[in-house]
């Protein structure tokens, strides 16, 4: 059971606790039509995070929500041409109630559900980043987790500006672990390399699809801290970014320095291969 | 320039970045009648910490907001005695709109007004009090900014039950950092020892209030990591939690061992004399 709200409709009541203390997580999908990139993953991680958070939902609920979502949005994002692709915002929180920070017992969910047009696309040919000052600090209990508190990001996300695309932020001992909004994959002479699941804010669903399709392939994936020296040594045979909804995006440039880039990596991920 | 919400009348607005990233931070302020406990520390905190997430807000809009919440709330929690304690909550976020975590320019703010009965006052006697297993960490760029990102604080406050009325955290190193809601003071032989404010995921008004105030009457106060055995081991002479709404409050029983507690810091916190 849990409470439906439609963004365009109305926002979350005042006494919600994802607004007040960010107590709930949230996931984007691209969707093409009546049909999403991933769906199945996307919502089974919700699923399983609410869980770990110990917010409670169904997973019928979640694909219950999407199918009205889909009926209500799809249309509208349908151009003269017949394409529509859009993204879905899901936004599940634990509800109202508690005594401050402490949940009260048997709370039922409120869940937004929001659409907006994709994104720009970024340049096929690559893209420029930059090492964040806002260091990553991850919680080892909420690692992973696309939770509402995403202050860093925001922080590491207002440094973005001119010609830059991300903003690669650093854990305390100086290892690049994620981007504000994509998870790294970096190229070099042993395979491919990834930080671990467990030192991530966010453990991205293209992440996790890509390294079972590498694996697939019988390319070596490293799942090991990745440094400064790594990305921008002699033996880095090129760094990409990682989004469900973006793709597959190579960086160019990286903390002013020209980075091997091409596109191979972006033709393993088709989206519209992977719609359900 | 900012927008005013009630919350007896509306949540925010579905586009709030409150509500999606914690995008912004709050106050708990005890009123009694139409004055506030250490009221200007509150606002100047507010002011202050809003400027380090770069969300603009002005002191004096600040000052007519809670001039209107008294105006509005005094009233509705004056009883038959003429008492009125009360509390009242201001939460400021970065408001609508941006790209993602990326901020638009020339955003304006929302500011969300509340208010809510005083919570029941703990026992003069001293409260029992457990570690958490949710540990905690501190972006040093967000250090004491009681921002609306506190999931780990929920977390933890989830492990209240039964008699006990506080969770203590730690951070990676096992030194206890804080309570879900309140700051830690111990007293020792050698003087006062709290945590530093760098440690701190909150750096509470009550603690600065009660470190000035014991370093004027001349008292030694330490701003140093807190072990275990700093409260557990035979030197300790007590153990507060600190909060502003609550007040000074002994820890008679910690981890399940008995602590020396009496009420002898809490008569130094008169809230009566620091109404503003």
Redesign the interface.
């Known amino acids: 059971m849990f409470n439906l709200?439609w963004?365009?409709?109305?926002?979350?009541?005042?006494?919600?606790?994802?607004?007040?203390?960010?107590?709930g997580l949230?996931e984007t999908i691209r969707m093409c039509g009546n049909r999403g990139v991933l769906l199945s993953r996307h919502l089974a991680r919700m699923g399983r995070d609410a869980g770990r958070?110990?917010i409670p939902i169904a997973h019928t609920d979640l694909r219950k929500a999407c199918t009205a979502a889909v009926s209500r949005y799809a249309d509208r994002f349908c151009n003269k041409d017949g394409e529509s692709g859009w993204v879905l915002k899901l936004?599940l929180?634990?509800g109202e109630g508690g005594?401050?920070?402490?949940?009260g017992s048997g709370m039922r969910p409120n869940l937004?559900v929001?659409a907006s047009p994709m994104?720009v696309a970024p340049a096929t040919f690559g893209v420029a980043a930059d090492v964040s000052?806002?260091?990553?600090?991850?919680?080892?209990?909420?690692a992973g987790i696309k939770?509402?508190?995403?202050?860093?990001?925001?922080?590491?996300?207002?440094e973005?500006t001119g010609e830059l695309y991300e903003m690669i932020m650093s854990d305390s001992a100086g290892n690049l672990v994620e981007g504000?909004?994509t998870n790294l994959l970096l190229k070099g002479p042993g395979g491919w390399v990834t930080p671990p699941a467990k030192s991530l804010a966010v453990a991205g669903i293209l992440r996790q699809w890509v390294l079972e399709k590498l694996r697939a392939k019988g390319e070596v994936v490293e799942e090991r801290a990745v440094s400064m020296a790594d990305v921008l040594g002699a033996h880095c045979q090129g760094l990409y970014l990682l989004n469900s909804v973006i793709g597959v995006v190579p960086v160019r440039s990286f903390a002013g320095q020209d980075l091997p880039a091409d596109d191979g990596l972006a033709t393993i991920f088709n989206p519209l291969e992977l719609l359900e």
Do not use: C, H, K
């Open positions: 709200y963004a365009d409709e109305s926002g979350f009541p005042a006494g919600d606790r994802g607004a007040a203390y960010g107590d949230f958070l110990g936004t929180t634990r005594r401050g920070y402490q949940p937004m929001s994104p000052r806002v260091p990553l600090t991850v919680n080892p209990l909420l939770s509402l508190n995403r202050l860093e990001q925001v922080m590491a996300a207002r973005i504000t909004r």
